[in-house]
């Protein structure tokens, strides 16, 4: 039957609940006449009389009671699926996926999550630690996270953190071997632990600033990694200086256990922000994210 005909069918199982084209009529929004009609094009396209009329009362045929047995229960499921999707329009559900480097995954995304998902047990979340700069859009994640100023243009963009100061530091016991740098040239002289970033197409760079004054070192070592936790553990145990987020070493400067050098050259970068392309069909789930991972200062 064509699908243009379902209406016809919830018409037909109304009238055989209410036992009366009257009160049909007045559930249905339409009038007695329109609906009668309705009821004889059903029948007449199913060449079957499917409700007995009488003045006092209308009633199923033998064949109206087998359609009614049949129709009414998927109406019925019907009415309690809508009502569920309903509900998520007010309850937040769904599974977002979020690209993302280690560092911001530890420092942020990690310690808002975990307050929040147990109060939103229907939101799922899968992060991918990724140095590469992810074309969210093309590998369908939900969303990004970048320092500031590395977000596209033509993205939204949330600030999710304050700004980011670098520190350059060392085990004392590396310094107890090699004098600690004063200059960034004396950085020559040292076994620095570099970061490789498929982004940067080799090895980072070591940003500098002082005065206005800006300088990309190059610098080498021993060691190269692909992630900052493992920078700081080698830098710990004295395999040379490292070049991290500020807030990495912090604890161990404040424990003696990491010295911090050319402090008057270490830059701040623009706090991490998530990034996401369009506010147009934003979920429940991806709302309650945003308002959660907001940096307010």
């Known amino acids: 039957m064509p699908r243009e005909n379902y209406n016809d069918l919830l018409a037909f199982v109304m009238v055989a609940r209410e036992g009366s084209f009257t009160r049909a009529a007045a559930q249905l929004g339409v009038s ?21 009329r009488t003045t006092r009362s209308v009633s199923p045929t033998e064949a109206g009671e087998r359609l009614l047995l049949t129709l009414a229960p998927r109406f019925e499921e019907i009415d309690a699926e809508l009502a569920a999707l309903s509900e998520l ?3 937040p559900a769904g599974t977002l996926r979020i690209t993302s480097a280690e560092h911001a995954v530890d420092t942020v995304l990690w310690p808002r999550l975990e307050r929040l998902l147990p ?3 229907d939101i799922k979340v899968e992060i991918t630690i990724d140095y590469g700069l992810s074309d969210i859009v093309a590998q369908r994640y939900d969303a990004g996270v970048r320092l500031g100023d590395q977000v ?34 004396e950085l020559a002289g040292h076994d620095c632990i570099n970061l490789r970033l498929p982004t940067y197409g080799g090895l980072m760079a070591w940003e500098f600033i002082k005065d206005g004054h800006e300088v990309k070192a190059r610098v080498e070592g021993q060691l190269v990694f692909n992630n900052g936790s493992q920078i700081l553990r080698a830098a710990l145990a004295g395999f040379g200086i490292a070049y991290l987020p500020e807030d990495m070493a912090r ?16 830059p701040t970068f623009p706090g991490y922000h998530l990034y996401y392309p369009s506010r147009r069909q934003s979920s429940g789930a991806m709302a309650v994210l945003i308002e959660a991972l907001r940096y307010r200062a």
């Open 251 to 266: 604890e161990h400067i404040a424990t003696g256990r990491l010295v911090s050098v050319l402090e008057d050259w270490c």
């Open 89 to 91: 329009r007010e309850k």
């Open 32 to 52: 007695q006449s329109a609906l009668s009609h309705t009821i004889r094009s059903l029948e007449a396209r199913l060449a079957l009389r499917l409700l007995t």
């Open 119 to 121: 109060d939103y047990p």
């Open 152 to 185: 596209a243009k033509d993205m939204i963009a949330v600030r999710i953190a304050p700004d980011m100061r670098i520190a350059v530091v060392g085990a004392p016991a590396y310094f107890a071997r090699k004098a600690p740098p004063r200059t960034l040239q």
